[in-house]
T-cell receptor
Framework: AQTVTQSQPEMSVQEAETVTLSCTYD???????LFWYKQPPSRQMILVIR??????QNATENRFSVNFQKAAKSFSLKISDSQLGDAAMYFC????????????FGTGTRLQVTL | EAQVTQNPRYLITVTGKKLTVTCSQN?????MSWYRQDPGLGLRQIYY???????DKGDVPEGYKVSRKEKRNFPLILESPSPNQTSLYFC????????????FGPGTRLTVT
């Protein structure tokens, strides 16, 4: 069964600094997708970034980028130039078209941004 | 505007009192699902539906029921709620089984006393 592990329950970063959130996963599949979702206090689930496993190039969305290491099954999120609005819970998630096509989530990392 | 709506957004109820959380999407999506979110556990899938009248259990289906009589609606039913069902619930939809883009509803905070 696929599992997603986020080993950092909480992280803190100063405004304008860079922070990296870690995520590892376990799968026997070769073609899948990985996601990072942001959940601010409003509780809305917001897609931050997506990575297709067949793509070697790391995905980037403005200040957000990932370090995708397929062999190591690692998928970390880097937030550059952190802003107060980045404070939220971040979830790593895995998706594969099999297994009822569900998203498998990690347990989340709460990011605090300080002045 | 493409969206998934859930009602109610907040609900406090007592043990054993049947309740329904509604979910509706306006994108003509085939695939819909329910998740619950608990601290330290992330989001876990409760039930999913691949189309009208086609539903199946997710990872944590005990104590829940669903139905899919119309394509747009996917209600979650708790026939006899218990305190361990206190949680944050999300409905989500996707165009189809092979679509990776998932749309989430705003969430329903349920408290069972």
């Amino acid at each position: 069964a696929q599992t997603v592990t986020q080993s950092q329950p909480e992280m803190s970063v100063q405004e304008a600094e860079t922070v990296t959130l870690s995520c590892t996963y376990d799968t026997s599949e070769s073609d899948y997708y990985l996601f990072w979702y942001k959940q601010p206090p409003s509780r809305q689930m917001i897609l931050v970034i997506r990575q297709e496993a067949y793509k070697q190039q790391n995905a980037t969305e403005n200040r957000f980028s990932v370090n995708f290491q397929k062999a190591a099954k690692s998928f970390s999120l880097k937030i550059s130039d952190s802003q107060l609005g980045d404070a939220a819970m971040y979830f790593c998630a895995y998706w594969y078209t099999g297994t009822a096509s569900k998203l498998t989530f990690g347990t989340g990392t709460r990011l605090q941004v300080t002045l | 505007e493409a969206q998934v709506t859930q009602n109610p957004r907040y609900l406090i109820t007592v043990t054993g009192k049947k309740l329904t959380v509604t979910c509706s999407q306006n994108m003509n999506h085939e695939y819909m699902s329910w998740y619950r979110q608990d601290p330290g556990l992330g989001l876990r899938q409760i039930y999913y539906s691949m189309n009208v009248e086609v539903t199946d259990k997710g990872d944590v289906p005990e104590g829940y029921k669903v139905s899919r009589k119309e394509k747009r609606n996917f209600p979650l039913i708790l026939e006899s709620p218990s305190p361990n069902q206190t949680s944050l619930y999300f409905c989500a939809s996707r165009e189809g089984l092979l679509s990776y883009e998932q749309y989430f509803g705003p969430g329903t905070r349920l408290t069972v006393t």
